[in-house]
């Protein structure tokens, strides 16, 4: 008996879009800007720029391809709203800071198709209204927990970092007041880090990679632990020149980011934790180098 021949439905190549553009996005941390960054031996402005113009893009397209099942992801309302308007807020602090060879810096082009493509998407969902998890107060209080579980880790952090400057041998400056060095910069350190890091990969990371592989039947303690290894792969760079960032500072981090996300099934979560880390870091880093090992 002859029988037709089967036509793929659309459901069936709907399946193929979201792991086709997580792989991309994998594969623009891990090569474009891991592999390459660590051959050539520095980042180029545009290379870093061209990492985070193309990761956000991809980003707010599948937030918006995965709208009405973004809890499967670790997104809500908190996330989206991060990730809408603290990239965008990005672009500003470089201005405010007047740092402007990074290529983001307002109003440069590729600053302006970040505003335009987080506009657009935040337009689609107000005109769509996706059913997703609201900001309450335990959305808040988590949030919270991630801001202190980051400023936590960053101290227990503080020695391998202060190591890690002792053996590249840089001038360690002393800093005797924390007021001035790092607690007053903290707010605008913290939202640019929101910006800059979290917003570029906590989506990844914590959302989109553990959704998919939660949804092909990984088990999640598996998952903390495959995305914490290609999380420390991405930073292949530190590999040579800062081993103790790459062998114990990232993979550590991304161990706690990874739980954050897990138990509170928010990646606001650990993008607060990541942008706490990233803002303190290097700076209790630096106090601990002066007062304990120089």
């Known amino acids: 008996m002859i029988t037709a021949e089967k036509v793929p439905t659309a459901t069936n190549q709907r399946t193929w879009v979201t792991p086709s553009v997580i792989a991309i996005l994998l594969i623009l941390r891990l090569v474009v800007l891991g592999?390459?960054?660590?051959?050539?031996?520095?980042?180029?402005?545009?290379?870093?720029?061209?990492?985070?113009?193309?990761?956000?893009?991809?980003?707010?397209?599948?937030?918006?391809?995965?709208?009405?099942?973004?809890?499967?992801?670790?997104?809500?309302?908190?996330?989206?709203?991060?990730?809408?308007?603290?990239?965008?807020?990005?672009?500003?602090?470089?201005?405010?800071?007047?740092?402007?060879?990074?290529?983001l810096t307002f109003p440069g082009l590729p600053a302006l198709i970040i505003w335009a493509a987080a506009g657009i998407l935040l337009v689609m969902l107000f005109i769509n209204r996706p059913a997703l998890r609201k900001i309450d107060k335990t959305e808040g209080r988590w949030f919270l927990t991630g801001l202190i579980a980051g400023i936590l880790t960053s101290i227990a952090l503080a020695f391998p970092v202060a190591a890690q400057l002792m053996m590249e041998g840089a001038p360690i400056q002393p800093h005797p007041s924390l007021l001035g060095y790092i607690i007053l910069p903290f707010a605008s350190n913290f939202l640019y880090q929101l910006g800059y890091a979290a917003v570029s990969e906590e989506p990844l990371f914590r959302g989109f990679l553990w959704g998919y592989l939660r949804r092909v039947g990984w088990q999640d303690r598996w998952i903390l632990l495959f995305q914490a290894a290609l999380f420390m792969l991405s930073h292949i760079y530190y590999v040579d020149q800062l081993p103790y960032s790459f062998w114990i500072i990232v993979p550590f981090g991304a161990l706690v980011m990874g739980w954050l996300a897990w138990r509170s099934r928010s990646i606001a979560t650990s993008m607060a934790a990541h942008a706490a880390m990233n803002t303190l870091g290097y700076r209790l880093g630096a106090v601990a180098a002066y007062w304990f090992f120089r």
Request: aromatic share 14%; with cysteine; hydrophobic share 50%.
């Open 35 to 103: 592999l390459v960054s660590w051959l050539i031996k520095t980042r180029p402005e545009w290379l870093g720029a061209l990492f985070e113009i193309s990761t956000y893009l991809l980003t707010l397209f599948l937030i918006w391809w995965e709208r009405d099942r973004l809890s499967e992801f670790h997104i809500g309302w908190l996330a989206v709203g991060i990730i809408i308007t603290c990239k965008p807020l990005e672009t500003l602090i470089l201005r405010l800071w007047r740092i402007q060879n990074t290529g």
